[in-house]
């Protein structure tokens, strides 16, 4: 016995199974005032062909389901049905023998009063959009214009989950929300617009805790150690890479491990706790050597690796006062970090260029942070990379305010800040 391969293509595209389907039937056979009888085992005789015309209500059902006629749902009526013994509401009956007759085509029309239809494919060109944003943001950084692409794939996914299609799709297109709005979060942290961050990762929290979606929980949550970091609000940080490490992605992916413990390491580092910042960093260190690099992830943790991870390395060992082991993690950071991640690498760069300098090593220092503008040339400097940059210039009048190539880094400075 052949199955319904139309039928198990329609359950596909919308994300059913075979219990959701049977709910969704039984709900309109309900609304329409018959009983709601249809059950696991009905609808897998319809999938395997076990039952190749269904019952009229169910066929109405389906079609109003599904928005398409019974026949495109690869269903037939045999050639010489029998009458139906089964009791019919005389309407019905009356109906599906004028149909039968040729006198009307009600039953088996599309029905054209069902809502639109959301499903599986809706989910994965939302997603599909969502990764292209992460390309952008990979070589240029945040932006406005990044942080209204996002909000306009949020509001769309939101859009399509009002419209319901089973309650799994309903919770993909919330973590698609949450994913959109913790992207457009995201790109107001990397433009230094604090407050707006905020606001979106209070909204990304709130739609991942409706999609359930532990992932979108652990991003959401670093992040907010991000936004706490350029706050200068340490303790906030700390608590906030606590917070992802108690995500359940966090304890059952090594990656994602990594990333916490990586993010609390430099929470404990600016707090001046150097003895738990190398303790967390030892942690993200061993979480990622069990990483299981074959494994997919979301396009939001593709920064996320060795490489990202020597650059926090970095970061850790500069702000306990390691300047030498910070200019080493910094040099295999870059020896590393993907050519396309170039806002990733102009950041390192300007660690690097940090750490030369707090070795008193000014000249190579500015020959250094002078290559992040060659990096970034022709896109706009990110608002973080702009206040990283700044922590530099003040650093290096601080220390060598007299010296020359410090007046002119100064000058190259002033001339690139203005630059749009």
């Not at 006198?103 to 499903?119: D, E």
């Not at 652990?218 to 706490?228: D, E, F, G, I, Q």
Request: proline share 4%; charged share 25%; glycine share 8%.
């Amino acid at each position: 016995m052949e199955g319904n391969e139309s039928l198990i293509s329609a359950m596909k595209e919308r994300g059913f199974t075979q219990t959701e389907l049977a709910e969704r039937v039984n709900d309109h056979l309900i609304r329409a005032g018959h009983e709601g009888t249809v059950s696991d085992r009905t609808v897998r005789n319809w999938v395997t062909g076990r039952t190749r015309w269904p019952h009229p209500r169910q066929r109405e059902a389906l079609e109003a389901v599904f928005g398409y006629r019974a026949e495109k749902l690869g269903f037939r009526p045999s050639a010489r049905r029998r009458p139906s013994n089964s009791p019919e509401d005389p309407v019905d009956r009356r109906n599906f023998l004028a149909a039968a007759s040729g006198t009307t085509a009600s039953v088996v029309a599309p029905f054209g009063g069902a809502p639109p239809q959301v499903g599986t494919s809706d989910v994965i060109r939302l997603r599909q959009g969502l990764d292209a944003l992460m390309e952008v943001d990979r070589s240029r950084g945040g932006h406005e214009g990044l942080e209204r692409a996002a909000l306009s794939g949020a509001e769309e996914a939101l859009a399509k989950q009002r419209l319901g299609a089973t309650q799994r799709i309903r919770q993909r297109l919330f973590s698609v929300a949450a994913d959109y709005t913790a992207t457009a979060a995201w790109s107001a942290i990397d433009a230094r617009r604090m407050d707006r961050a905020s606001q979106l990762l209070g909204r990304a929290l709130y739609l991942a805790g409706m999609a359930r979606d532990p992932v979108a929980e652990m991003r959401v949550w670093n992040s907010y150690a991000m936004l706490a970091h350029h706050r200068e609000e340490f303790a906030e940080a700390v608590d906030a890479g606590y917070a992802a490490q108690e995500t359940a992605i966090a304890r059952r992916a090594p990656l994602f491990a990594s990333l916490a413990h990586a993010r609390t390491a430099i929470g404990n580092a600016n707090l001046g706790d150097g003895r738990a910042a190398l303790r967390s960093m030892g942690y993200a260190q061993d979480a990622l050597s069990k990483a299981n690099a074959s494994e997919p992830a979301p396009s939001w943790m593709a920064f996320y690796g060795p490489a990202e991870l020597m650059a926090m390395t970095a970061i850790v060992r500069d702000r306990i006062g390691d300047a030498v082991e910070s200019e080493a993690a910094s040099h295999r950071a870059l020896a590393a970090i993907p050519k396309e991640f170039k806002r990733n690498r102009a950041l390192a760069t300007t660690r690097l260029a940090l750490a030369q300098l707090h070795q008193r090593d000014v000249d190579q220092a500015c020959s250094t942070a002078a290559t992040v503008f060659t990096l970034m040339s022709g896109h706009p400097i990110p608002g973080r990379m702009r206040s990283l940059l700044g922590d530099y210039y003040r650093d290096l009048i601080t220390l060598a305010p007299d010296a020359r190539v410090a007046r002119e880094w100064g000058d190259r400075y002033r001339t690139e800040w203005s630059r749009l």
